[in-house]
């Protein structure tokens, strides 16, 4: 088990900064960065002021005797809006940044665009359900329709923006997790 993963998966489930984590827990927010990166390991009792501001135990965060999910519905969906981009990400499937492939639904409105994400291992794959996309890769850019998608490596920092004067949605899967 990678204890800093289910730290971060936990934290973003809550809709929690790393900086508002560190904060809760009197640590700093670089402390946070390296543990859910597994940079480096918390004592316990610092274990146990973090999960308990996650809203959990040591008991039930090392429990994996939970059935594994196959169906999810809309009530399993987490929702995350960024107002200053114009964007909102539906993590459609919980804590499948545990899994090898992590999908979402970002939703831009016009003139919105999601943050940058650097370059990284992986695959990328998206598919435009309403609407039209610039899908930027490095210093290229590609429109991208309704009913099309588009697939690539991110070897270059890469994002999606609405030009458009209607809202866009996009079905992304990231392989690995990177959301």
Known sequence: MKIGEKIKRLRIKHNLTQEELADRCELTKGFISQVERELTSP????????????????????????????????????????????????????????????????QLEPGGKTAAEDPHDGEEFGYVLRGSILLH???????????????????????????????????WVASPPSF
């Open 137 to 171: 890769i490095g210093s290229e850019e590609f429109r991208v329709r309704s009913g099309d998608s588009f697939y690539f490596k991110p070897s270059a920092t890469h994002y999606i923006s609405n030009p458009g004067s209607n809202q866009a949605r996009v079905l």
């Open 43 to 106: 004592s316990i009792a610092t274990l146990v002021d973090i999960l308990e501001s996650l809203g959990t135990n040591l008991r039930d965060f090392f429990n994996d005797d939970i059935e594994e999910k196959i169906v999810f519905s809309k009530k399993d969906v987490f929702v995350k809006t960024n107002e200053d981009l114009g964007s909102e990400i539906h993590w459609i499937i919980p804590n499948a940044q545990k899994n090898v492939m992590e999908p979402i639904v970002v």
